[in-house]
């Protein structure tokens, strides 16, 4: 298995790529600002082929490059139906104050020719891999996590660099902007909701194996158990049901 990530623009969002090893069929996760030519070169290293964009919300830092990646590689782009507007109209999910900052040079945005939508447990199997979604709003309203099984060596390329033996965890989970190593997204831009954000944690992240690697939208690699353990979001939550992928 092989995963490839880096960070992209100004907001340094983690953008990923997922495949069963080099030479094969990929998935791009979050291609950000100024992703596209950081995705062609892992493909060219790997000789890889991306055949699916999964964004984990439609905040202008993961989907930047959505159309762009998805044209080059003729990529089926899978997205969750509340936040796919913001594929179009990526500034109604931010504050209007910045607009000229992020877009001075007159970018403009557009869905790719081929979106699917998410739904609440769906499984999406694709480029050899399974990957489970967990509806997770509260950072937007469609945001969601990926989880995949780790099936097994995993080679990792590029950064966030491992941090441990992800080839021991059940899961990697891709978790966006609802899990980050000591913190948590934020809830006070457009379609963000805090009470709902810790409900998404309690009855999606809580009732998660230990062991699981969470690759978050921005900064280094954690898991579950160190998050469960060191996280002061996560105090007090009362997990929710048992679940598995």
Same mark, same amino acid.
């Given at each position: 298995?092989?995963?490839?990530?880096?960070?992209?623009?100004?907001?340094? /969002?983690?953008?990923?790529? !997922? *495949?069963?090893?080099?030479?094969?069929?990929?998935? !791009? #996760?979050?291609?950000?600002?100024?992703?596209?030519?950081?995705?062609?070169?892992? #493909?060219?290293?790997?000789?890889?082929?991306?055949? /699916? !964009?999964?964004?984990t919300h439609g905040h202008l830092d993961h989907m930047w490059s959505v159309l762009p990646v998805c044209g080059s590689y003729d990529a089926t782009c899978w997205v969750h139906p509340a936040?796919?507007?913001?594929?179009? +109209?990526?500034?109604?999910?931010?504050?209007?104050?910045?607009?000229?900052?992020?877009?001075?040079?007159?970018?403009?945005?557009?869905?790719?020719? +081929?979106?699917?939508?998410?739904?609440?447990?769906?499984? #999406?199997?694709? /480029?050899?891999?399974?990957?489970? !979604? +967990?509806?997770?709003?509260?950072?937007?309203?469609?945001?969601?996590?990926?989880?995949?099984?780790?099936?097994?060596?995993?080679?990792?390329?590029? *950064?966030?660099?491992?941090?441990?033996?992800?080839?021991?965890?059940p899961e990697l989970m891709f978790a966006g902007d609802l899990l980050f190593a000591g913190s948590i997204g934020r809830t006070?831009?457009?379609?963000?909701?805090?009470?709902?954000?810790?409900?998404?944690? *309690?009855?999606?992240?809580?009732?998660?194996?230990?062991?699981?690697? #969470?690759?978050?939208?921005?900064?280094?690699?954690?898991?579950?158990?160190?998050?469960?353990?060191?996280?002061?979001?996560?105090?007090?939550?009362?997990?929710?049901?048992?679940?598995?992928?």
């Amino acid at each position: 298995m092989l995963v490839a990530g880096f960070p992209t623009g100004v907001f340094a /969002a983690n953008c990923y790529l !997922v *495949a069963t090893g080099p030479g094969e069929d990929c998935v !791009v #996760v979050d291609p950000g600002q100024d992703a596209a030519s950081a995705v062609d070169e892992v #493909v060219r290293e790997h000789r890889l082929r991306p055949v /699916a !964009v999964l964004l984990t919300h439609g905040h202008l830092d993961h989907m930047w490059s959505v159309l762009p990646v998805c044209g080059s590689y003729d990529a089926t782009c899978w997205v969750h139906p509340a936040d796919r507007p913001l594929l179009a +109209d990526p500034l109604r999910g931010l504050p209007p104050e910045w607009a000229g900052a992020l877009l001075g040079g007159g970018q403009s945005f557009a869905e790719p020719d +081929d979106v699917r939508e998410l739904t609440d447990g769906a499984r #999406v199997d694709v /480029a050899g891999l399974s990957f489970t !979604v +967990d509806h997770t709003p509260g950072h937007t309203s469609g945001s969601v996590a990926f989880r995949t099984p780790v099936e097994g060596d995993v080679r990792g390329a590029g *950064a966030p660099t491992w941090t441990g033996q992800a080839s021991a965890a059940p899961e990697l989970m891709f978790a966006g902007d609802l899990l980050f190593a000591g913190s948590i997204g934020r809830t006070d831009l457009p379609g963000g909701d805090h009470p709902t954000m810790l409900r998404s944690l *309690a009855d999606k992240v809580l009732p998660l194996d230990d062991r699981i690697v #969470v690759l978050p939208g921005h900064g280094d690699q954690t898991t579950i158990g160190r998050e469960r353990q060191t996280n002061p979001f996560l105090r007090g939550l009362v997990p929710g049901p048992a679940r598995s992928g």
